[in-house]
């Protein structure tokens, strides 16, 4: 993989993660995999019942791992759902994190799904400052697409400009 095309496939937006038309999106979602608030409320209003209904034959998910589902109503053609940590100040609170990025790249390669966007896990009622978390989303996606041709392009779509401004300074940072 040629290193100079890492900077056009990561990239970072400002908007609602449901009306992305990309191969798949990914949940913040919790064990329960049952829906909740934030971004995983309005995944699942966007959706449609039909997935919720699959998410409850899925038995739950660990935090730090990644499931995947159809996306059914959404744009988006899959969902891949991973549960960040609660964040606490502890050192497993960052291996966690990277885990639920790495999980849910690897999902994305292993089912072939090209375009991939993320919303700024655990960054919301799950309480991770935006910096660190940002630090990792950046080094775990450019150093997976550094190492793999799947997913191709990677967007972190982030709710707010001053969560753009972190990803923006964070990126130019990583990738130029
Ligand atoms: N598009 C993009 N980003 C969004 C959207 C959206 N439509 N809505 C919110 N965000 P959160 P967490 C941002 O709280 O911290 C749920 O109840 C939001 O501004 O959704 O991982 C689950 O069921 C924030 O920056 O997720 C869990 O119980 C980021 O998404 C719990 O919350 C994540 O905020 C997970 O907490």
Known sequence: MNPANLKDRLEARQGDITGLSVDAIVNAANTSLLGGGGVDGAIHRAAGPELLAECRTLGGCPTGEARLTRGYRLPAGRVIHTVGPVY??????????????????????????RTLAFPAISCGVYGYPIDEACKIAVDVCA????????????????FSAAHLDVYT???TARVG
């Open 88 to 113: 606490r100040g502890r050192p497993e609170d960052s291996r966690l994190l990277a885990s639920c990025y790495a999980c849910s790249l690897t999902l994305a390669r292993d089912h072939g799904l």
């Open 143 to 158: 150093g997976f697409l550094e190492a793999h041709e799947v997913p191709e392009k990677v967007i972190f779509m982030l």
């Open 169 to 171: 300074r964070c990126l």
